[in-house]
C-alpha cells in the first residue's frame, strides 16, 4: 500500500463512448494486479441523484449496498470489478451545490462571497479525496461524466487541473475520444480528437493518455499523428475498437497496455501481469455456447434498452455460468394490453417470462397478462419488485377471486390492496431519496425454490420501492398455493414469493440483479435459466 494515486478520466467529441466502460476495465487489470481500486462517477446534472429521473432521459438508475440512487456506470464498475460502490461513489453537480449552499446558510463562510472557484471547486475536490482520505485505496478512478467543453462541465475539468496541480506524478488523466471513420474518403480522421484536447488544453488540462474509440483498427500513422498534436508519448494512444461485447474491453486494453503506461505514468514499479485466466473463461463460455434459451423480458421502458442494463448483464453472467446464451426478447407491456390471440402466441414463443421492476400504471395490463400467462401454462416466471407485485395482483384477481385487487400505487380506492403503501412512507412528501432504498437482510423459507437457489437461509439484497405485500393477505395466498418464501427478519416485510404448484413462479420484492456481477453471477439469474432451459427441451 502506498500513497493513494488518482486517475481522471475525461471524455471528449462526443457522450457515449463508454467512458465507464473503459475506467471499469483499467480498475479491473489494477486490481489483478493486487491493488485495491475505488472508482467514483462525477455527473455534471444538477439533479441531486439520478433518482427522481424518468429511466429515458439516463438509463437506470443503480442502487447501493448502503442505499445510494446512483448513475449506471457503478452497475458497470461492480460488474467488473466485484467490488461494491457507495454513496461516495456518485457525486452530481446537485450534491456539490447543496453542501456548499447549506454551509453558506450556516455561516460556515464567515461573511464571504461564495463563488464556483474556490467554493464549488474545492467541494469537487474534497469528494473526490474523500475515498482516497480512507486509506483502503492504491487507486482511485474519477470518471467525469459529460464531454470536455459542456458548460456543465467547466468546475470539474478545473478541479482535476487543481489536483494535477497539487498532486504532481501522483495524478494521470486518460482522455477518451472519438476517431470516425469517412467511408467517403476511406480515412480514419483526428482533427475531432484533436479539437478536443485543445478544449482540454484551454482549460488547462494536458491528458497524458489517449484512448481512442474506433470503429477500424489505428494504423501507425494515425497513432503518430494523434501523439503529435496532442502532446502525449507515442505509446499513451491507444486503441478502443468496437467489441461484440463489453466484457472483451479489458482485454484490449491490456494488448494496448492501459495499465503499463497508466502505472508508469503514475511512478508506480510495474511488476508481472495481472492474472486474468478466470476472466478469460467467462468469456469463452460466454462466447461458446451449448444451449440457447429465450426470455421475455417484458417491461414498460423496453425502447430504451438502457434503462433495463443490470438485468441484462444479469443475464449475461447467469448464461455464461450455464453456457446457456440467454437471448432477450424485449416486449413492451403495452403491446401485451389487449391480451388476445396474438399476444398468446408472442408469449408462447418464450421459453421463460421476466416481469421487470417499474413505476405507474402504463402497461400494468400488459404484465398481468403475460403472468397470468406464465402461471396457467407453467412457463418460468421471474418477476423483480414491480413484477412481483403485479403477480401477486394477478394472482388475487384470477386464483382468489378478488375482482378489482390492486395495488395501492395504481389504485389507492381498491377494495382489495394486496400490495400496500408501507406504514412509514405515508408520511413522506418529498419524492428524491424517500423510498425503501439499499440492502435488507431476509430469511428464506427451507424447502423452497429460492432456497435452493441461494442454497442458504440468510441473504441480504437491495431494494428500491415504497409499495410491499399486505401481511393481512398472507393466510388467503398461502391457501390458495403462492407462499411467502423470505421476509425481512425484523420488519416481517414479505421479500419473496412463489406458487408451490409450478416448475418456477417465483417474485423478489428487492432487486437481484443488481447484485450480479461477472465472478459471482447472481444465483436467482441461475436458477430462473436452469428453468428455462428445462422448459425449453
Ligand atoms: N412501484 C413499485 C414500488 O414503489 C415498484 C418499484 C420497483 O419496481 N422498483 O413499490
Known sequence: MFNTRYIFVTGGVTSSLGKGIIASSLAL???????????????????????????????????????AETDLDLGHYERFTNVQTTQANNVTTGKIYQTVIDRERRGDYLGGTVQVIPHITDEIKRRIKILGSTNKYDFVITEIGGT??????????????????????????????????????????????????????????????????????????????????????????????DAPTIYEVPLNMLKEKLDIQVLKRLGVTVQGEP?????????????????????????????????????????????????????????HSEHLEECDSKTIELLSELDGILVAPGFGARGIDGKLCAIRYAR??????????????????????????????HSFEMSPSTKYPVIDMMEEQKAI????????????????????????????EDISERHRHRYEFNNKYLDAF???????????????????????????????????????TVENPHPL?????????????
Not at 398455493?481 to 414469493?497: D, F, K, R, W, Y
Open 148 to 241: 470536455v467543453g459542456d458548460i456543465e462541465s467547466l468546475p470539474f475539468v478545473e478541479s482535476v487541473r487543481q489536483l494535477k496541480w497539487e498532486l504532481g506524478n501522483h495524478a494521470a488523466v486518460v482522455h477518451l475520444t472519438y476517431i470516425p471513420y469517412l467511408a467517403a474518403a476511406g480515412e480514419l480522421k483526428t482533427k475531432p480528437t484533436q479539437h478536443s484536447v485543445k478544449a482540454m488544453l484551454e482549460q488547462g488540462v494536458q491528458p497524458d493518455i489517449i484512448v481512442c474509440r474506433t470503429e477500424r483498427p489505428l494504423t501507425e500513422a494515425i497513432r503518430d499523428k494523434v501523439a503529435l498534436f496532442c502532446n502525449v508519448e507515442r505509446l499513451n494512444v491507444m486503441e478502443s475498437i
Open 29 to 67: 487489470l489494477l486490481k489483478l494486479r493486487g491493488y485495491s481500486v475505488a472508482i467514483q462517477k462525477l455527473d455534471p446534472y444538477i439533479n441531486i441523484d439520478p433518482g427522481t429521473l424518468n429511466p429515458y432521459e439516463h438509463g437506470e438508475c443503480f442502487v447501493t449496498e448502503d442505499g
Open 525 to 537: 439469474f441461475i436458477s430462473f435459466i436452469k428453468a428455462a432451459m428445462k422448459n425449453s427441451l
Open 429 to 456: 412528501t418529498n419524492m428524491g431519496g424517500t423510498m425503501r432504498l439499499g440492502s435488507y437482510p431476509c430469511k428464506l423459507v427451507k424447502g423452497t425454490k429460492i432456497y435452493q437457489a441461494y442454497n442458504k
Open 376 to 405: 396457467e401454462n407453467k412457463i418460468p416466471f421471474f418477476g423483480i419488485c414491480l413484477g412481483m407485485q403485479m403477480a401477486v395482483v394477478e394472482f388475487a384477481r384470477n386464483v382468489l377471486g378478488y375482482k378489482d385487487a
Open 478 to 516: 398461502a391457501q390458495a398455493g403462492m407462499i411467502a418464501t423470505g421476509m425481512n427478519p425484523a420488519s416481517n416485510l414479505v421479500e419473496a414469493v412463489e406458487i408451490v404448484d409450478h416448475p418456477y413462479f417465483v417474485g423478489v420484492q428487492f432487486h437481484p440483479e443488481y447484485k450480479s
Open 275 to 331: 492474472d486474468l485466466e478466470e476472466w478469460k473463461s467467462f468469456l469463452y463460455k460466454l462466447k461458446n455456447p451449448l444451449n440457447e434459451v429465450t426470455i421475455g423480458l417484458v417491461g414498460k421502458y423496453v425502447e430504451l434498452k438502457d434503462a433495463y442494463k443490470s438485468i441484462a448483464e444479469a443475464f449475461i453472467h447467469a448464461g455464461a455460468f450455464l453456457q446457456c446464451k440467454v437471448k432477450v426478447k424485449w416486449i
